[in-house]
């Protein structure tokens, strides 16, 4: 007779057999759910499908509308599409998993793509979905890994299993495809049943899927051509120095160059800068520079540093941030659940920040505000009036939106917007997300200069991605000039400020797994002390130790 065990799913007492996975378990709950169950979570911690039950325990089930389960459906959705394409075109060539790209994947190619590979190559994992192939974890011995990854060709998947120091390594197979995946994978097909490919150009196409900001559809793709030139540039340029990978830059550490990477690096931001400083001098008509950027894209830095360029060719920058225009305490608009909404743009004072603008544009003299953040209200502190070689640098998060400064003529103003792209991925199969690049610069600045314990700015993160996703990505379009504000040195730097934050999240923590999972992304990266990062560096915005004033 089978012994039964207790457990509780989603708080409610039920009675399985003992050694029931929870793949199982899973399809008595499938009609309760939008999308098919990806993931599980066992007393707190995400737990595969394929794992099994042998003790009472607490179990919620997650479909892809939950963030951790996302990720863990889009990594199995790379792992699908690279199996499809390997089935149909494997003597063309292979895929190189690159970048976001709107709310999709671009995927590119080491062959020359048509329209009708990335449509049989769409309906190929459409039949794999149907078939249900299961998605197998084997584990394995790290050495065993490394020589197949060496026999099949994919030295940096090698080289990645090389610097790590586990006995024994997962490995996840679908059919006779073995492949390493760095994070939880679905346990079969069937539920990867929501995507599209896009074809982009004869270089790539666009893997789409259901976001938790696209209501459980698959958004329509919008092509961001100069947000997509400038990750194409910094891919190219890391390619040419042969730094296009976590191993790269590993083996660079190693040689003891990454000094001489931090240079080269800090000298190409620097003078990108400069010729965008030489760029607004030379124009005379513009006057006013709006600089905006999801969080920590490094917009603090990048200010200051543009304007110390900016008074080299003779200008005198003057700095605004639109958070002193903000509408009094009593009126900022609230969300749903009664707190103040003060990323919406209805928390700035609109019509004072255009009147402002346009009265100084015109000579006039105007009283400037300070918001006063402890009593809520506007304080005007300061008269200003715009002299003949003065430009305004103003930084906020609504500085792209058209509804700023509609009124003044687009001839004098400039628009920047800043992203802190990651340029290089784990592997060909696994990349690195810009978002997650932000979040640790976020955890470190937020511990060292506000005293935020780490568990506060993972729990904060959601609000700030949803406000992002409202009121600055609808609009990156807008800007004049797009930058690149990632570092491609940073990881192992901030490595030894986050790592120890990290790990004072508790296990019971309901941040815990987002935790776990950036300290394992941390994890594949050599660490590299800070003394070589310069004092104007943007990095220093968020370890300390800047030149400028923050």
């Known amino acids: 007779m089978l012994e039964s065990i207790k457990v509780w799913v989603d708080e409610k007492e039920t009675i399985v057999k003992k050694g029931i996975t929870l793949l199982e378990l899973s399809k008595m709950y499938d009609e309760l759910f939008l999308h098919k169950i990806i993931i599980a979570k066992v007393d707190n911690e995400y737990r595969e499908l394929n794992d099994v039950i042998n003790e009472p325990c607490h179990i919620e089930f997650y479909d892809l509308s939950d963030a951790f389960a996302n990720r863990v459906y889009l990594n199995g959705l790379v792992f699908l599409t690279n ?92 059919g006779n495809s073995y492949n390493y995946m760095f994070s939880l994978m679905p346990s079969e097909t069937s539920c990867l049943n929501e995507f599209k490919l896009t074809y982009l150009n004869e270089d790539g196409f666009i893997l789409r899927f259901p976001t938790i900001y696209s209501n459980g559809e698959i958004p329509r793709y919008k092509h961001h051509a100069k947000l997509f030139e400038v990750f194409k540039d910094s891919k190219e340029l890391c390619k040419l120095m042969n730094l296009e990978t976590s191993v790269d830059l590993n083996n660079i550490i190693t040689r003891g160059n990454v000094g001489d990477l931090i240079k080269v690096t800090e000298t190409l931001y620097s003078n990108r800068l400069l010729n965008l400083a030489k760029k607004i001098a030379n124009d005379k008509k513009v006057k006013i520079i709006l600089i905006s950027g999801p969080s920590s894209s490094g917009k603090t830095t990048t200010t200051k540093k543009l304007s110390m360029y900016l008074r080299s060719f003779g200008l005198k920058p003057e700095v605004l941030s639109m958070d002193d225009f903000f509408v009094e305490r009593e009126d900022t608009p609230k969300k749903a659940n009664g707190e103040y909404d003060f990323e919406c743009l209805g928390a700035v004072d609109l019509g004072l920040f255009n009147k402002t603008m346009d009265k100084l544009l015109k000579g006039e003299k ?185």
């Open 366 to 550: 105007v009283k400037l505000p300070r918001f006063n953040f402890v009593t809520g209200k506007k304080e005007f502190v300061r008269d200003m009036v715009l002299e003949k070689n003065e430009v305004l640098l103003i930084e906020g998060i609504h500085c792209l939106n058209p509804s700023i400064l509609s009124n003044i003529d687009s001839s004098k103003k400039m628009k920047i917007y800043l992203s802190a792209l990651t340029e290089i991925n784990i592997d060909k199969d696994n990349r690195i997300s810009t978002t997650d690049n932000r979040l640790i610069r976020r955890l470190v600045r937020d511990y060292y200069t506000r005293g935020y314990a780490p568990y506060e700015t993972l729990g904060l993160w959601a609000n700030v991605r949803e406000g992002e996703e409202k009121y600055i990505f609808p609009y990156q379009d807008e800007a004049d000039v797009t930058l690149n504000t990632g570092l491609v040195y940073e990881f192992p730097v901030l490595k030894v400020y986050a790592l120890p934050l990290l790990y004072t999240v508790e296990r019971g923590s309901e941040y815990y797994e987002d935790a776990k999972r950036l300290i394992r992304l941390l994890d594949i990266f050599l660490p590299v002390p800070s003394e070589e990062v310069p004092n104007d560096s943007i990095l220093r915005e968020f370890i300390g130790g800047s030149y400028f004033k923050l």
């Open 83 to 174: 199996y499809c394409f390997h089935e149909l075109f494997k003597k063309k060539g292979y895929l190189l998993t690159r970048h976001s790209a709107d709310k999709g994947l671009y995927i590119e190619t080491t062959c020359d793509l048509t329209r009708e590979m990335v449509y049989d190559l769409e309906n190929k994992m459409n039949e794999v979905v149907k078939d249900n192939l299961k998605i197998h974890k084997v584990t394995i011995l790290r050495d065993d890994a490394i020589s197949y990854f060496k026999e099949i060709g994919d030295t940096k998947k090698a080289g990645l299993l090389e610097y790590m120091t586990n006995t024994y390594v997962n490995l996840y197979r679908m």
